[in-house]
């Protein structure tokens, strides 16, 4: 259950400890920043960016709580640079490159290593 949820028409609001580094929040925060004057709204804002309108009011809301933007118009570019900076990064998945994997596993106590192709 989540603590201390804020509801507005029935609605719970995300609190930005939700919010996710991802391609499509990185394209707002650009279009954000290279749009400092507030000129685009948020529909326009959504095309450019290939999301949906909600995911701009969801991205737009704490950096208005914040009091870098309104609106659209970036009021302190350094903070909302900041606070990009501080997003999480969710990964989809993770690699590793080992030029000899094979001497690796080896060269480890395990009983099941392989479990692709190679197995």
Request: glycine share 6%.
């Amino acid at each position: 259950m989540l603590s201390q949820e804020t509801y507005q028409n029935g609605n719970p609001i995300p609190s930005s400890e939700g919010l996710r580094r991802g391609v499509k929040n990185d394209r707002v925060f650009r279009i954000l920043l290279s749009n400092p004057e507030g000129n685009l709204s948020k529909y326009r804002i959504s095309k450019l960016t290939l999301t949906q309108q909600i995911q701009i009011s969801h991205l737009l809301r704490p950096l208005y709580d914040s009091h870098l933007v309104i609106g659209t118009q970036v009021m302190d570019p350094k903070g909302v640079v900041m606070k990009w900076s501080k997003l999480s990064i969710n990964y989809q998945s993770q690699t590793y490159m080992l030029p000899d994997i094979l001497r690796v596993l080896k060269e480890t106590a395990l009983d099941y290593a392989l479990t692709t192709y190679q197995a």
